[in-house]
């Protein structure tokens, strides 16, 4: 089978209307033409040392990997839609323990958070949410909150989570005790695809719309009622830098040659600078005890970059190209490491 990838965090379609959809979007463009990609193609995880930048380490053969999620410092995770959960030892980089969380699908396993001790919790096929117990490496819940989850989000002050919705366009609050939704929005005017919560003032969930005019959804932590911020352009991933009142949001741009980042200031009334990047961005994250985002992006023929921009001055550094295909971009909690998830083309 196969079909076309743009991005981890898009409502997932079958097959045939996914690879339909990819193509009207970018056929018209003569930078970029479309790319085949295999749906069960090896991927695999580039471990990058930011002080100098150089490979501390990789690892390859991970069947239709999509997202990653680290474990603190010495562990990471990442889903596969072949339903398999690895578990990877971050310094030595090898393989610790793979196991069956759920079957194969062409859409699930993309988000994976980490929300409370001991458990992380997963998008899994058929809109069901999966929670996965650490210790045991196996699923201990599975449930549904929503018709059709698209991204997830952990509470920077709770033992909660937040569900993004592409059926009812809802955000919902999650309890991790009883796996039940608390809370519920009103529709959000877009579908939202990528969640983000502030830990500054700790008032605000941030949700980035898949439309044209690049709809923010503003979400009150307080009261849980929804405004809109317009940054002009589609956007696929946002990231809030932790104890700071900065966040960003990436856009692919896929008529054009380059995309952007636009780099936001406050909550409320952010002031927005927006740098260009090189390809098409479609994941950023946010990095501990630095003033970086780090956007991945794709060039197009097969290769992916890895870039950096300083919140305070706009500047952008191209960090490092990686053969493949873009899925997801991590740090580890200390700061020192950056993970960095491509699939073979």
């Known amino acids: 089978m196969k079909l076309f990838q743009i991005q981890h965090s898009s409502v997932s ?5 996914l690879f339909l959809s990819i193509y009207l979007l970018i056929a018209g463009t003569s930078c970029h033409q479309p790319v085949e990609y295999d749906s069960s193609a090896a991927s695999g995880v580039v471990k990058l040392r930011l002080s100098d930048y150089t490979v501390a380490g990789n690892v390859s053969g991970i069947e239709d990997g999509r997202a990653l999620c680290s474990l603190g410092n010495s562990e990471f995770l990442v889903t596969s839609g072949t339903g398999i959960l690895y578990r990877f030892d971050s310094p030595s980089m090898t393989l610790d323990s793979s196991y069956a969380i759920g079957f194969g699908s062409g859409s699930g396993y993309g988000e994976i958070i ?3 001790p001991g458990s992380v919790y997963i998008i899994g096929a058929a809109g069901k949410l999966i929670e996965v117990d650490l210790q045991t490496n196996s699923v201990a819940a599975e449930f549904e909150a929503g018709p059709l ?4 989000c952990a509470s920077t002050s709770s033992q909660r989570f937040f569900v993004a919705d592409g059926s009812d366009c809802r955000i919902r609050e999650v309890d991790t005790g009883s796996n039940t939704v608390l809370r519920s929005t009103e ?3 877009e579908t939202p695809v990528s969640l983000a919560a502030e830990s500054y ?3 605000y969930l941030l949700a980035c719309c898949a439309d044209e ?3 923010v959804g503003r979400i009150s932590l307080s009261t849980f009622y929804t405004s ?5 352009s589609a956007g696929s991933d946002l990231s809030a830098f932790p104890a700071e009142s900065i966040w960003a949001v990436v856009h692919p741009d896929w008529y054009a040659s380059d995309g952007s980042i636009s780099l936001c200031s406050n909550y409320f009334l952010p002031t927005v600078t927006e740098v260009t990047i090189a390809g098409h961005p479609t994941d950023v994250c946010s990095v501990p005890g630095t003033t970086l985002f780090y956007v991945l992006s794709y060039l197009g023929d097969g290769m992916s970059r890895v870039s950096s921009v300083n919140y305070l ?3 952008r550094q191209e960090v490092l190209d990686i053969p493949g295909f873009p899925w997801d971009i991590t740090s580890h909690a200390n700061g020192e490491y950056l993970l960095i998830l491509t699939s073979d083309t």
Request: aromatic share 4%; charged share 20%; proline share 14%.
């Open 114 to 116: 980490y929300p409370k």
């Open 149 to 152: 989850p698209t991204a997830l």
């Open 228 to 232: 809109h911020l317009n940054l002009g």
């Open 213 to 215: 005019d690049g709809t």
């Open 187 to 189: 529709p959000l005017k």
């Open 201 to 203: 003032l700790e008032e």
């Open 13 to 17: 379609l079958p097959s045939a209307l």
């Open 313 to 315: 001055t706009g500047d």
